[in-house]
Nanobody
Framework: QVQLVESGGGLVQPGGSLRLSCAAS????????AGWYRQAPGKQRELVAA???????NYPDSVKGRFTISRDNAKNTVYLQMNSLKPEDTAVYLC?????????WGQGTQVTVSS
């Protein structure tokens, strides 16, 4: 069984930064691709960052230049560095890890951007 533990969410003022972590443990051999999604109340879940097994990253325009996804293969951990946060970034952030062609989701961590 694979478990994903997310951490790093919280309350931050506009313009601030947060770093989210998603650590995979259990019966996981290797993370191939991974991504971070977010879901705000009343809105659809949206992809905010993705990284392939080769390290290629992809971001939507709404976060490009502010968010950075990275991975530590030795630790089976994926990170999301979020800078210049805006109130509209407020949402529950969830990580997705793909391993052995199986999708695993984290439980989500709340990010609130407010003054």
């Amino acid at each position: 069984q694979v478990q994903l533990v997310e951490s790093g969410g919280g309350l931050v003022q506009p313009g601030g930064s947060l770093r989210l972590s998603c650590a995979a443990s259990g019966s996981i051999f290797r993370i191939s691709s991974a991504g971070w999604y977010r879901q705000a109340p009343g809105k659809q879940r949206e992809l905010v960052a993705a990284i392939t097994s080769g390290g290629t990253t992809n971001y939507p325009d709404s976060v490009k230049g502010r968010f950075t996804i990275s991975r530590d293969n030795a630790k089976n951990t994926v990170y999301l560095q979020m800078n210049s946060l805006k109130p509209e970034d407020t949402a529950v952030y969830l990580c997705l890890v793909v391993s052995g062609e199986v999708d695993y989701w984290g439980q989500g961590t709340q990010v609130t951007v407010s003054s």
